[in-house]
């Protein structure tokens, strides 16, 4: 089955949460309408179904292959990276000064979502160059920017993400890459970094690594961290390419999925040290760092969002076309079988992977609207607000995406029964794809601790107790308008904000005294916290549709079957933190 971009959810997602029918009105887009950035998602969608999806099958059967230092792309790659470059596609969010459209975060994350469900080996290049390019605008020399920014926003240069090493993941504190002072303002890189993705490929001519490294009496710990630009190729004064630095992929992963991105050990000064330029400040590395991880995780939700859209398009396609026994629906004495589709138990499992999957991109968009807001209101209050509210929702938009990427892949195997079990289909791909996406970009657990250790602190509480408000305010309209068609779905939602305001409270309590608690509840809250959240942003949409639109259908199915799972989180919050601690020698695994 073939991937067409879903533009019509897309821009209603984007109507709802993001208020694209009046962004004209608010003056944070000046120059740019709504049919404007829905023509560039159009443009975007066609280019993935034509020349990346075609891509996806093949990449994930050969991979990326090193041989003798050199990463060689699955075919096609190269030259679908080729007019990815020619269309101008990477330069559409980035800055003007660079050359870049300037296009908001609005228009960026649909279209990122489009080039992950048609590829998501492919999308990572663009992603990880992108994080570059925000972290060296954000700490780099004017003289760093002049030089690299123009090719990378141009996509002629790729970049990539250097934090892990062998002993060094989540925890940063024992990374031990050194970088030594040459005295010229350079410094010579040494160490070993490991999972790094497009770390080495053919399709650009240099790529540009971020290095986390330690100075000469740095600070122990994640306070003598600091970033550097270390290119494969040296870059003259006028912008042309030198000699080759002495950094080398030593290996490339062999995966469960993401098969045609090259996932790298990268080696740095193997023959006297690689040459690299500092990022910012001595021992702030990880503080620049953070400007592309934070870019990145709405990025990664994305991903989340894309794949379950490709797994549920599969899984569609196939259920209309697969027949198998008699539906309730056709009768015992209608002639042969009826597809699988008109089953009772099947239409469930498809329901809730679009369900999950459109409750996630309405998420993921609302992050993407509030930082634009925080980025180009003019009033100092109206930034601010919009700056905590995606705070908040960034690690909802990360983790409740990609583990609905996980369980909607997972169904769509189910929805194909024994043939989703061998690869021919295609559906175990989408499965195996998804399952890197709560890892990277700091795991899922790591955002619910995120979530509740900083998030619902923020300034006292106001940007939670604020998101709650305009939550309940969407819930009471849905009770006033006293719609048929939306079933039970008023209870349901006034049910689960009051488990989640609950469990808030609770996590208020236990903070404070018992820290521990509260990391023990964090991915249940996080869980919680996005079904509250999807639920209310679908059922908004729904409001503006007429009773016959599948978007109300889908809103209903959310609540009335999804949501019920709030009230068991809650409860799971609040009394199961005492049995995850009271093992905490590890007696039940001895």
């Given amino acids: 089955m073939t991937y067409q971009a879903p533009i019509d959810d897309i821009v209603f997602a984007l109507e709802t949460v993001a208020g694209l029918d009046d962004i004209g009105a608010r003056g944070l887009y000046p120059g ?13 969608g066609n280019f993935g179904a034509e020349v990346l999806a075609p891509l996806n099958a093949i990449g994930d059967r050969v991979g990326s292959r090193l041989f003798d230092g050199k990463v060689t792309t699955p075919p096609g790659f190269r030259e679908a990276y080729q007019a990815f470059v020619a269309g101008g596609w990477s330069t559409l969010p980035c800055s003007e000064a660079y050359g870049g459209q300037g296009l908001p975060e609005i228009a960026a994350t649909p279209v990122g979502e489009i080039w992950n469900a048609a590829n998501v080996s492919f999308g990572l290049c663009p992603l990880l160059t992108q994080g570059a390019i925000h972290a060296i605008e954000a700490g780099g020399s004017e003289a760093l920017k002049a ?6 926003v141009a996509g002629e240069w790729t970049g990539t993400m250097n934090l892990t090493e062998p002993h060094a993941g989540s925890d940063l504190s024992p990374l031990s890459t050194r970088a030594e002072p040459h005295g010229d303002g350079t410094y010579c890189i040494t160490g070993t970094k490991i999972f790094i993705t497009w770390g080495e490929h053919e399709m650009a001519e240099n790529i540009i690594h971020l290095v986390l490294a330690r100075l000469p009496g740095a600070p122990p710990g994640t306070r003598g961290i600091s970033l550097f630009l270390v290119p494969k190729f040296l870059v003259g004064d006028d912008g042309s390419l030198g ?73 569609v396609a196939y259920a209309k076309d697969r027949r198998q026994g008699k539906s309730f629906a056709a009768g015992k004495g209608a002639a042969g079988m009826s597809p699988i589709i008109e089953h009772a138990d099947v239409r469930r499992m498809l329901l809730t992977m679009k369900a999950l999957t459109q409750a996630a991109r309405m998420i993921c968009y609302a992050t993407a609207k509030e930082l634009d807001v925080a980025h180009r209101a003019t009033d100092d209050k109206e930034r601010k607000a919009a700056r905590d509210r995606a705070a908040l929702l960034t690690p909802l938009a990360k983790a409740f995406s990609t583990d609905i990427a996980n369980e909607v892949a997972s169904l769509g195997v ?29 795991t899922n657990g790591i955002q619910a601790i995120d979530l509740v250790t900083r998030k619902l602190t923020l300034d006292g509480g106001a940007p939670v107790t604020s998101f709650f408000a305009e939550l309940g305010a969407i819930i009471a309209d849905v009770r006033a308008a006293r719609r048929s068609e939306f079933g039970h779905s008023a ?32 991915t249940p809250y996080l869980r919680l916290m996005s079904l509250v959240a999807g639920a209310t942003y679908l059922a908004k949409g729904a409001l503006t549709k007429d009773a016959a639109s599948p978007h109300v259908a889908i809103a209903r199915f959310f609540a009335e079957n999804l949501l019920t799972e709030a009230r068991g989180l809650s409860d799971a919050i609040q009394y199961g933190a005492d049995a995850v601690l009271v093992d905490a020698h590890g007696a039940a695994f001895a």
């Fill in 414 to 442: 189910q929805v194909h029964g024994g043939m989703g079990f061998v690869e021919e289909t295609g559906a175990a791909q989408f499965l195996r794809d998804a399952r890197i996406l709560p890892i990277y970009e700091g």
């Fill in 147 to 152: 030089k690299y920014l123009p090719k990378m």
């Fill in 32 to 44: 740019l309408d709504p049919e404007t950035i829905v023509a560039v998602i159009q443009e975007a």
């Fill in 491 to 522: 209870e349901r939602l006034m049910e689960g904000l009051s488990a989640l305001q609950t469990a808030t409270l609770w996590m208020a309590q236990v903070l404070p005294g018992n820290s521990e608690k509260a990391l023990a509840s964090a």
């Fill in 243 to 315: 000699d080759r630095n002495d950094v080398v992929c030593a290996g490339v992963e062999h995966k469960l999925g993401i098969m045609a991105s090259p996932t790298c050990v990268m080696k740095f000064g193997e023959k006297g040290g690689a040459i690299g330029y500092l990022v910012g400040e001595e021992n702030r590395g990880l503080a620049t760092m953070f400007v592309m991880m934070n870019a990145a995780r709405l990025g990664v939700g994305a991903q989340g969002v894309g794949v379950a859209e490709r797994a549920t398009q599969h899984a």
